[in-house]
């Protein structure tokens, strides 16, 4: 059973960055791929980063390139999302997610889920 909890979400003008983090808990993190995703008021969840168990190997939503970067410690059971560039699109609540099996960028591949944090990008 992973438990995973988010913080580091804010109010940010656009171009800001915030850097995001989630903390799990349980003993099998470093067996876990670790995705990020967003919802936006109106719209539905959508995949924003992923990070494999190692770590060397990420991938991103062509939305976010360039601009997030996601990483591990797995020492400190904690993946981030560090977000650069900021723009008001950005603005939606954060989840991070767990996945036992192969990072992906569809939600159903993934087995725990935290509570999100809200970002919200001013203009």
């Known amino acids: 059973q992973v438990q995973l909890v988010e913080s580091g979400g804010g109010l940010v003008q656009a171009g800001g960055s915030l850097r995001l983090s989630c903390a799990a808990s349980g003993r099998t993190f470093s067996r876990h791929g670790m995705g990020w995703f967003r919802q936006a008021p109106g719209k539905e969840r959508e995949f924003v980063a992923a990070i494999r168990q190692s770590g060397s190997i990420r991938f991103y939503a062509d939305s976010v390139k360039g601009r997030f970067t996601i990483s591990r410690d797995n020492a400190k059971n904690t993946v981030y999302l560090q977000m650069n560039s900021l723009e008001p699109e950005d603005t939606a609540v954060y989840y991070c997610?767990?996945?036992?099996?192969?990072?992906?960028?569809?939600?159903?591949?993934?087995?725990?889920w935290g509570q999100g944090t809200q970002v919200t990008v001013s203009s």
């Open positions: 997610a767990a996945c036992a099996g192969v990072i992906s960028g569809s939600a159903d591949r993934y087995d725990y």
